[in-house]
């Protein structure tokens, strides 16, 4: 059973620009969460999407936004990119928002310049 | 606000000796409890959890204890191998409105397991 995709694994953007980031969750799973980890903050939840909506919002400005699609697959947007921005975004799938226990994929490693 | 917080950054432990990571909790709703293990480059992985109902979780070298009047919870590993070397992160759950989970992380303490 393949695990989580993300999508790219290392990318680097200037100030301004937008990104948006891909994952693909396990077969089956319906439930996609966002993380965005940087050194000393831990795991910072963005979002969390079940069967195409979004369920839970952290604490993230709107420049930050995601969706889900039919076949649980996700994408997450950062537009207008400040350098605090840079880190490694995480997604996570679970089977559905109620299962506690997510399997993570490696993770998108964003630069911005 | 920090609900859920790993006061050691990091933590130094021998080979064949005990290590016990800590977290602390604020929110009273947390009803579960879960460690997660991160090496560099990848993302993390499960390792153990616990329900509040219970105070101990055993599962092979790792235990997790959880203490609910103290709101606390330590990962112990027996014994400690090099390859445990990673970031920990302890994570809690609430149910939240609509019967949806959400999972909150601590910041993580690096153990490094010197041979």
């Known amino acids: 059973k393949a695990g989580v995709t993300q999508t790219p694994r290392y990318l680097i953007k200037t100030r301004g620009q937008q990104v948006t980031l891909s994952c693909s969750p396990i077969?089956?799973?319906?439930?996609v969460s966002w993380y965005q980890q940087t050194p000393g903050q831990g795991l910072q939840f963005l979002f969390e999407?079940?069967?195409?909506?979004?369920?839970n919002k952290g604490n993230f400005p709107g420049r930050f936004s995601g969706r889900q699609f039919s076949n649980s697959r996700s994408e997450m947007n950062v537009s207008t990119l400040e350098l605090g921005d840079s880190a490694l975004y995480l997604c996570a799938s679970s089977l559905s928002a109620g299962t506690s226990e997510a399997f993570f994929g490696q993770g998108t490693r964003l630069t911005v310049v | 606000d920090q609900q859920v917080k790993q006061n050691s950054p990091s933590l130094s432990v021998q080979e064949g000796r005990i290590s016990i990571l800590n977290c602390d909790y604020t929110n009273s709703m947390f009803d579960y409890f879960l460690w997660y293990k991160k090496y560099p480059a990848e993302g993390p992985t499960f390792l153990i959890s616990i329900s509040s109902i219970k105070d101990k979780n055993e599962d092979g070298r790792f235990t997790v204890f959880l203490n609910k009047s103290a709101k606390h919870l330590s990962l112990h590993i027996v014994p400690s191998q090099p390859g445990d070397s990673a970031v920990y992160f302890c994570?809690?759950?609430?149910?939240?409105?609509?019967?949806?989970?959400?999972?909150?992380f601590g910041t993580g303490t690096k153990l490094q397991v010197i041979p």
């Open positions: 077969s089956g799973h319906r439930s």
């Open positions: 999407y079940f069967s195409e909506t979004q369920r």
């Open positions: 994570a809690a759950s609430a149910g939240v409105s609509g019967g949806y989970q959400k999972v909150t």
